[in-house]
């Protein structure tokens, strides 16, 4: 009988009467002693096997014992680590929490199939893998996104930060964990401001204050202002994918389309021109800069705009090229209050009444936010 065998037999007889205290510090010192010492090949298998064993204890100390000395060694045997994985949640979390032996297939599979202890867990240790965040983000609820969303080691892409607005937005907590965030996509960050409108909206303090129609008005105005603001600040490689992401939720309409152009965000509205024309975006771009009249009606005509609003659209280019010109530090104001001068003694079509009056609005806003400031700064010089 070769010695390793005589190593397991004598541990087993002496665990079969041993009290579970010591059953435990033996647990313990075997981890260490696996894990730390210079042992010939046959004792290192004979000590696995026992460590093996001891996984079957009756008396959970022991079975922590062993985690506790194990935990934190990428040399832990693995089928000791998966296992142990499996046990009661003080044994287990010990594992789940710290242990390196973990590949991203088991960690992915511990989210899918383990309890929301086990998930809070995972998403609490030093890194989560990108593949490990998109498993959280598809099936973690609250708590466990809470959890991650606050861990600097989770490698959250993109689309699963998109994900976890798409399913847990409605929460308070979780929209402020995403909105601090710096590298947010501009179609996420939109997002999140829908499910803010949302949640505004559905306010019953705030319905009975202002009234339900007049909230679903300002809330649906003050979001188009937002989504304009996002799209005039993101980077110009997020923009196709802002854009598409507005157009799936139904949101590139006329008068968002028109707010955009007015606002001197030409190029997040050639981006939305771009998609909803099909047509290249040079070639867009090289329109809306250069091109004559009919050329730039034909190209809103073509991403759908009808005939009576195309005119007002084209109209609008061609005073934001006179504002772009003169460097024009109220673009707002100026390319509205142009447009609705052009249009005074005229009486368009009932299309374009509605979005001259929006343009009104929007000329008005930018006057009040101009006062504000200018308010604000006497009071400063004042002071």
Same mark, same amino acid.
């Not at 997040?268 to 771009?285: I, K």
């Not at 052009?342 to 374009?352: H, I, Q, S, Y």
């Given at each position: 009988?070769?010695? /390793?065998?005589?190593?397991?037999?004598?541990?087993?007889?002496?665990?079969?009467?041993?009290?579970?205290?010591?059953?435990?510090?033996?647990?313990?010192?075997?981890?260490?002693?696996?894990?730390?010492?210079?042992?010939?090949?046959?004792?290192?298998?004979?000590?696995?096997?026992?460590?093996?064993?001891?996984?079957?204890?009756?008396?959970?100390?022991?079975?922590?014992?062993?985690?506790?000395?194990?935990? =934190? !060694?990428? &040399?832990?045997?693995?089928?000791?680590?998966?296992?142990?994985?499996?046990?009661?949640?003080?044994?287990?979390?010990?594992? +789940?929490?710290?242990?390196?032996?973990?590949?991203?297939?088991?960690?992915?599979?511990?989210?899918?199939?383990?309890?929301?202890?086990?998930? +809070?867990?995972?998403?609490?240790?030093?890194?989560?893998? /990108?593949?490990?965040?998109?498993?959280?983000?598809?099936? &973690?609820?609250? $708590?466990?996104? #809470?959890?991650?969303?606050?861990?600097?080691?989770?490698?959250?892409?993109?689309? !699963?930060?998109? /994900?976890? $607005?798409?399913?847990?937005?409605?929460?308070?907590?979780?929209?402020?964990?995403?909105?601090?965030?710096?590298?947010?996509?501009?179609?996420?960050?939109?997002?999140?401001?829908?499910?803010?409108?949302?949640?505004? #909206?559905?306010?019953?303090?705030?319905?009975?204050?202002?009234?339900?129609?007049?909230?679903?008005?300002?809330? =649906?105005?003050? $979001?188009?202002?937002?989504?304009?603001?996002?799209?005039?600040?993101?980077?110009?490689?997020?923009?196709?994918?802002?854009? %598409?992401?507005?157009?799936?939720?139904?949101?590139?309409?006329?008068?968002?389309?028109?707010?955009?152009?007015?606002?001197?965000?030409?190029?997040?509205?050639?981006?939305?021109?771009?998609?909803?024309?099909?047509?290249?975006?040079?070639?867009? =771009?090289?329109? +809306?800069?250069?091109?004559?009249?009919?050329?730039?009606?034909?190209?809103? %005509?073509?991403?759908?705009?009808?005939?009576? +609003?195309?005119?007002?659209?084209?109209?609008?280019?061609?005073?934001?090229?006179?504002?772009?010109?003169?460097?024009?530090?109220?673009?707002?104001?100026?390319?509205?209050? =142009?447009?609705?001068?052009?249009? /005074?003694?005229?009486?368009?079509?009932?299309?374009?009444?509605?979005?001259?009056?929006?343009?009104?609005?929007?000329?008005? $806003?930018?006057?009040?936010?101009?006062?504000?400031?200018?308010?604000?700064?006497?009071?400063?010089?004042?002071?």
């Amino acid at each position: 009988m070769s010695g /390793r065998y005589v190593i397991i037999e004598a541990f087993l007889r002496w665990a079969e009467t041993a009290k579970a205290e010591n059953r435990a510090r033996a647990a313990n010192a075997l981890g260490r002693a696996y894990l730390q010492s210079d042992m010939p090949k046959e004792e290192r298998v004979a000590a696995e096997m026992a460590m093996t064993y001891l996984l079957d204890d009756p008396s959970p100390r022991v079975r922590l014992s062993l985690a506790e000395a194990v935990a =934190r !060694s990428p &040399g832990a045997p693995r089928n000791v680590i998966l296992s142990l994985a499996e046990d009661q949640p003080e044994i287990a979390g010990q594992i +789940i929490l710290l242990s390196p032996v973990f590949n991203d297939a088991d960690l992915v599979d511990l989210v899918l199939h383990g309890s929301e202890v086990t998930r +809070i867990l995972i998403a609490s240790r030093g890194q989560v893998p /990108r593949v490990v965040c998109a498993a959280l983000a598809e099936i &973690g609820g609250e $708590t466990e996104i #809470s959890c991650l969303l606050e861990n600097d080691g989770a490698l959250l892409s993109q689309a !699963s930060l998109k /994900r976890i $607005t798409e399913r847990l937005g409605d929460c308070a907590d979780i929209r402020g964990l995403l909105l601090s965030r710096d590298a947010l996509s501009s179609d996420t960050r939109q997002l999140l401001m829908h499910r803010v409108s949302e949640a505004l #909206s559905g306010s019953d303090l705030i319905q009975n204050v202002i009234g339900a129609g007049r909230l679903k008005q300002v809330t =649906r105005e003050a $979001t188009e202002s937002a989504t304009v603001a996002i799209a005039g600040s993101a980077p110009h490689e997020q923009l196709p994918e802002l854009v %598409e992401h507005l157009r799936q939720c139904g949101s590139l309409t006329p008068a968002f389309l028109m707010q955009a152009l007015c606002s001197g965000k030409v190029d997040f509205f050639a981006c939305a021109v771009t998609n909803l024309s099909g047509c290249d975006e040079r070639r867009v =771009r090289s329109i +809306i800069s250069r091109g004559r009249i009919y050329a730039i009606r034909a190209l809103y %005509e073509s991403a759908g705009l009808t005939r009576d +609003i195309s005119t007002v659209f084209v109209d609008a280019t061609l005073v934001w090229r006179d504002a772009s010109r003169a460097n024009s530090e109220a673009m707002l104001e100026n390319v509205c209050s =142009r447009l609705m001068r052009k249009f /005074r003694l005229k009486e368009p079509p009932a299309a374009a009444a509605q979005l001259l009056d929006m343009v009104e609005k929007l000329a008005n $806003t930018e006057r009040r936010h101009a006062a504000r400031n200018f308010a604000a700064l006497a009071t400063l010089a004042a002071a």
